[in-house]
Each structure stands twice: as C-alpha cells, then as structure tokens.
C-alpha cells in the first residue's frame, strides 16, 4: 500500500505543477490531489492481492514472492492510477452496469434566453441556460462585463460601458455560449 501510495504521490507532483504552470490548475481538482495517493494505495493493495490470489500457487507461501517485485508492481500502479482504473473499467464495463458521468463531462455551455432583451448601460441582464456554473466573463459587442452572480443555470451581469447591441456571449473555461436572441444596447 505504501509502494502504491508513493506512485500516487510522484503522479500527483507531475501533474500539479505542470497545470499550474500552464495556468489550468482548476480548483475543482485539489480533491482529486489529496485523495489520488489514498487511491494508489488501495490500486496497490487489490493488484497485490489479484497478484497474490491469481497468478500464484496457493500452496506458495510468503517466501516465494519477492517482495522488491510486489512494491515496484504496487508503485506501478499507484504512479499510473487513472490508467489502472481504466483498465479495471475495460476488464468489468461487460459485467457492470455503466456509472453516471461527472459534472467534467457535461457538454459544452449554452445560452437559451437573456433577461431583458435590452436596456441602457448599467441595466443588470440574466443570461439563463445550462454549463454556465463557471463563468468567467460576459462580452456585450466584444466589450467585456464582469459577472456578479453565477450558478449552472444563469448569470447575472451588467451592461458595461461601451456595449454594442447584439447576442450577449458568455466564457467559461469548457467553452463560448452565444445568446440565441439579440441584447438592444439603448
């Protein structure tokens, strides 16, 4: 487990710096940090014992396993985890009943109405739709408006100073939604 825990935690350093020096560490992830060498740990333990169990002699005993070989194995495992689920998931998808997919895989977001269709500069809109929990930014004609209230299913923003009338555009880091109906910039 310890072997499987190490792997874990040289996979962990890997990828945290280097999403944080491409500036795509999403906090969303920092769960994922600190349980994966949890995770390396068990992966090292069942491929111990789906070692132990099924590729050895059950009349064997403890001294005919290396255990230098069982801990590379398990540090192995731990190092590539997401590769060993994925193994795990291709070995038991047939017998298993498919798991729902996360909030990372939804589709990309969109836009279905804007709140109201128009108004002079300052004029708060509600821009509703789905995927839009991470919104970073609204742009009105290319002009950008910070957002004030976000959740999954709308955004709340200002017309800012400058805006031109046309289809509010909205960012998040999954990609661009465009309003299907025009904002009047008054």
Known sequence: MAAGALGAIAHVLRSFYWYVGNRALRRSWLAMYLLLPFVGALFGLVVYLVVRGGLTSPLGGASDINPYGVAAIAALVGQFSRETAEKFRAVFGTLLAPAPQGRDHEPTPSVTGVDPSGGPVGTEVVIRGTGLADATVVRFGGVRAAVADVTD????????????SGPPVVHTPTGVATSPEPFTVE
């Open 153 to 164: 299913t709308l955004v709340r923003t200002t017309v800012p100073a400058g805006a031109v």
